[in-house]
């Protein structure tokens, strides 16, 4: 191996945020200490980063040496930071993995309002994923099952009755397996 080149490490990701569209923070996690060791500081980052990239009609940004993969929906910007040396498509496996699980927790509804009205449950997707910095699940169907939420739970009774009306029964057949 090459003395230059850092060493393999399980410790991929550096920080999870969530903003919404005024850059606002509605969720962070930092994981390494060194990296931004006040609120202040992270902060400032986040703000950097929203004035790159929420107009921008990208994927990745590369600011202040680390690799930030991002997505935007309706009123939320969602990112995953890792050092610069890391594997895009690990973090974006995070980030598709972060936003899939969050969408059906919010039923579809990715908004500000309904992130924050289900934000113990976002917490709980992003420590499922995520555990001090270590990638533990990329499979958002497995991260849905350890968090103990499945989208037919609570079925509003519009959906219901709208499946049975158009004979998609798929959405019931799941629900009896779950029972």
């Not at 929420?54 to 991002?70: C, M, P, Q, R, S």
Request: hydrophobic share 40%; net charge negative.
């Amino acid at each position: 191996m090459d003395a230059a080149s850092p060493e393999p490490s399980l410790y991929t990701v550096k920080a999870v945020f969530i903003l919404d569209n005024d850059g606002n923070r509605l969720l962070s996690k930092y994981y390494d200490p060194e990296l931004y060791p006040s609120i202040k500081e992270q902060r400032n980052f986040e703000s950097n980063i929203f004035n790159k990239t929420h107009k921008a009609d990208n994927e990745i940004a590369f600011l202040e040496g680390l690799t930030i993969v991002y997505k935007s929906s309706i009123d939320l910007f969602f990112y995953v930071a890792g050092s610069a040396q890391e594997n895009e498509l690990m973090l974006m496996s995070v980030l598709s993995c972060l936003f899939d699980s969050l969408t059906h927790i919010l039923r579809k509804n990715v908004e500000r309002k309904c992130l924050l009205e289900n934000m113990e449950g976002a917490f709980l997707v992003v420590d499922e994923i995520i555990d001090g910095g270590v990638i533990l699940e990329s499979d958002h169907q497995q991260v849905l099952q350890k968090v103990n939420y499945r989208l037919l739970s609570e079925p509003a009774f519009g959906f219901v009755l709208f499946d049975y009306i158009t004979g998609n029964l798929e959405g019931q057949a799941d629900k009896t397996q779950q029972l």
